[in-house]
């Protein structure tokens, strides 16, 4: 994308080996995601994939100054280096702050993203987790998180086994998973009031991927968060 230009060839050929192999970026490009107003909020944001395809569904072609009538972008990345890329890329279509996502407050939203982010968390803490994100979704608001189904036999085993290579590649030895299964996920999600439908999104690849759209009804919140 050329959004990513400013950062360098080697996110360049990330982002673009993502859009090309990674297919929950083109459902989000295609699915009518971004909502015509209230804020987008990224979870985990990365290098700011999401949101800058997202960007680009609501309003392509327009310059920042002219996408600043649509929604508010927010995103929470840990990793300064990935917040830095995703600043750049968006280049003021989005507030990208460096951060823990369970420290970090974030605002009401009609869209919240967990693309790959839960499974590095543990039970409690994505529990913590979801249940922020539910209490600080808007009416009619929309929760859209990816993650493997651990009820998926062999593809379930190929997908932890990228990921614990993809973390050997980063150094990240003592790097720890918690997944869960499709029906475990759907339980948890409606005991926070949402509605929940789940997508294959593992198209093109070995992987037991599955992304969970769990929306509010048009006149609620999601559930409070517990103290």
Known sequence: MARYRPVGRFAQG???GKLRHDPVYRYLFEAGLPPADGAVVDLGCGRG???AVLASASAPGLSGEAQATGPQRFGIERREAHAAAARAAMDG???IVTG???????PCARLILLIDVLL???AAQQDQLLERAAARLSPGGRLVMREADAAAGWRFATTVAAERASAWRRCEWRQRYQ???RTEWVNRLGELGLAVRTIPMSRGTPFANLLYC???SSGSHGAPVRN
């Open 93 to 95: 279509e989005a507030e």
């Open 214 to 216: 769990a929306e509010t």
């Open 179 to 181: 997944y869960r299964s």
């Open 49 to 51: 994939i999401a949101l």
């Open 120 to 122: 590095y968390l543990n």
């Open 14 to 16: 990330f982002v673009r």
């Open 100 to 106: 823990d996502v369970l420290a970090t407050d974030f």
